[in-house]
Nanobody, 117 residues
């Protein structure tokens, strides 16, 4: 199973970016949909959860991004997005798309987000 993340780039602090992850149909199956999430990993730091959206559309965010980031999923298009507003230099990291159902978990290849101050 391959998750394709895109949308990263270099932006100035205060600007916005939108990340998109495309996943196979099985991830968004009506019968057994996966929870989807975005993680990030900055240099020298552990990978951390940024935002999660469950199969039932419940969302949760890291405290550091609440009020600035919004996660959404489009089951018909088989995508999960992360709208990132008011970006800060601390948001600089490689962002990874994640799909999880029980013990089954898949990761995307990561997309670099660099925020210049």
């Amino acid at each position: 199973v391959q998750l394709q993340a895109s949308g990263g780039g270099l932006v100035q602090a205060g600007r916005s970016l939108r990340l998109v992850c495309v996943a196979p149909r099985t991830i968004f199956s009506v019968f057994a949909p996966f929870d989807m999430a975005w993680y990030r990993q900055a240099p020298g730091r552990q990978r951390e959860l940024v935002a999660i959206i469950t199969a039932s559309q419940s969302t949760n965010y890291a405290d550091s991004v609440k009020g600035r980031f919004t996660i959404s999923r489009n089951n018909s298009r088989k995508t999960v997005s992360l709208q990132m507003n008011s970006l800060k230099s601390d948001d600089t990291a490689v962002y990874y798309c994640n799909a999880k159902q029980g013990v089954t978990e898949y990761w995307g290849q990561g997309t670099q987000v660099t925020v210049s101050s």
